[in-house]
């Protein structure tokens, strides 16, 4: 009995520093953990870590089976090790000593169909398997993130309790935390979830730009200008960093950190994943795949230096050097909150339609409107505007597309002169919005009931023979262009002499 009362309710293994804060967010919600690592050093760090934050309940262990035994039947076990192999390996590390019933939770950014198959593989010796996707960075796997687990609902139902203490708490939503769906829903979720955050940086970083090289902003009245717009409608996590970094002077260096780091952006390929399956299900993410397009460009730094002298050789005026004459502050402050709000609605759109296409593709019936809940805290795209896109699909489950909510349309009609405005002024004076063109783009596209399409399936018939559909009556047709053309051509010549 009092060797039974000394096992862990659930492990962890990976004590990376998201490994370890999670691991002691769960032992500070009173749940007995048992971690470890290949590296005894990281067992050792966690164990004084969880001594020296209040003698928490987490014990180290230093050899795979050890860990596993030291964890009470059925064992739930969270890996949070690099995506991949080192997932394969850990996986075939643990299991060896599991048990039947026995259940493997992943935590890291995995591709969704490796989720899949070692859900198929691991059910071979009768283990369940959850793809978790956790959001929030480090700190909020410490004391509160978004977690979105999909795969087993056994495993799911075994672990819930100490998911839902651990999650974030947002008051009267409840933890952010949901059983997402079968297979690698979880995973796939929090990929999109990336995809969307990855847009949202992207129109943060254009309405910075226009604010700095149109209206010539200095970093204390942008710090002011994000912390006001922190108060409205663009509450959020992301907000809110984006004015604490305008504030922070550099300590190695005269003037503000921001100004001095290179201007290269890192990613780790969620974004990618994100364009590539949007690509795959027909769904157009343009400002998802306009942020990835910036990143790569980004990563030519040397390339753009040369290209900017070479250009301004040939003649062009550098963009940091068009300060608009007669630029009235006020109006374009106000003008690009606005244009940055209706920009997000086209983003986050996307997103949500990107994954209602998977969720039909792969029968997971996600719920959209949970979705948003369980991404109003501890996420890094956490935002007050998540609970406008909640009550969105509460009121209509079947929304085709955010754009056409009621609310939503008409906030986006309101905004739209304003997002004009801001675009125009940024084409003029040479500062590329990518984003911000895209989800203006998207808009002027999807709002309209007639496009030019009709002339490309035109050209596709007269080279590919690909037929058309008329909008006067049923079928497909195949026209001989070519040939009519030429016919007419002659007819005109005649009727000329």
């Not at 949202?200 to 002011?224: C, F, H, P, R, T």
């Not at 769904?283 to 390339?303: M, N, Q, W």
């Not at 998540?386 to 905004?415: C, T």
Request: hydrophobic share 40%; net charge neutral.
């Amino acid at each position: 009995m009092e060797a039974s009362q000394a096992l862990s309710r659930i492990g962890l293994a990976g004590l990376a520093v998201m490994g370890q804060n999670l691991a002691l967010n769960i032992a500070d919600k009173g749940f007995p953990i048992s971690v470890y690592n290949r590296t005894a050093s990281k067992v050792d760090e966690t164990v004084h870590r969880a001594q020296q934050e209040g003698q928490l309940p987490l014990n180290g262990q230093y050899s795979p089976r050890d860990f596993v035994l030291s964890i009470q039947r059925p064992r739930s076990i969270i890996i949070l090790v690099k995506a991949g192999s080192p997932v394969d390996q850990t996986i075939a590390a643990l299991s060896s000593h599991m048990e039947p019933g026995d259940t493997i939770i992943d935590g890291g950014n995995e591709w969704y169909e490796n989720t899949e198959r070692r859900i198929s593989e691991v059910s071979q010796q009768g283990l369940l398997y959850l793809g978790m996707g956790v959001s929030g960075g480090e700190e909020g796997a410490r004391y509160g993130p978004s977690l979105m687990p999909g795969g087993s609902h056994q495993a799911y139902t075994n672990i819930q309790d100490i998911l839902q203490k651990v999650a974030a708490q947002v008051p009267n939503d409840g933890p952010c935390v949901t059983y997402i769906g079968e297979g690698g829903s979880g995973n796939f979720v929090k990929m999109v979830h990336n995809g969307i955050e990855y847009g949202d940086m992207q129109l943060i970083s254009e309405a910075y730009d226009v604010l700095k090289n149109v209206g010539g902003l200095n970093n204390e009245e942008l710090s002011e200008i994000f912390s006001e717009w922190n108060r409205g409608e663009l509450e959020s996590f992301l907000i809110e960093i984006t004015a604490d970094i305008f504030r922070v002077k550099d300590d190695l260096a005269d003037g503000f950190l921001v100004d001095t780091i290179l201007d290269k952006t890192g990613m780790k390929g969620t974004g990618k994943w994100t364009v590539q399956q949007a690509a795959e299900l027909s769904v157009a993410a343009p400002t998802i795949a306009a942020s990835l397009d910036c990143r790569y460009l980004s990563g030519l730094k040397e390339e753009r230096e040369n290209a900017a002298e070479a250009l301004r050789e040939a003649g062009l005026i550098e963009p940091e050097g068009v300060k608009l004459s007669g630029v009235d502050k006020k109006r374009l402050i106000d003008d690009v909150r606005q244009a940055l709000y209706a920009s997000k609605i086209c983003s986050y759109a996307q997103g949500m339609n990107l994954l209602r296409a998977k969720s039909v593709e792969k029968g997971w019936g996600l719920d959209f409107g949970e979705l948003a809940r369980i991404w109003k805290g501890g996420c890094i795209i956490r935002a007050v505007f998540l609970d406008r896109i909640k009550k969105a699909y509460k009121r209509n489950p079947n929304l085709a597309s955010l754009v056409v909510d009621p609310e939503f349309a008409r906030e986006m009609v309101q905004r739209q002169a304003a997002w004009r405005r801001v675009v125009g002024l940024a084409i003029s004076a040479g500062i590329s919005t990518p984003g911000m063109c895209a989800s203006l783009a998207y808009f002027d596209t999807y709002r309209r009931a007639r496009l030019p399409a009709n002339l490309v399936q035109a050209q596709r018939d007269l080279f590919g023979a690909h037929t058309y559909e008329r909008i006067d009556r049923p079928g497909s047709f195949h026209t001989e262009w070519t040939k009519l053309a030429r016919k007419s051509n002659a007819g005109l010549l005649k009727t000329n002499f």
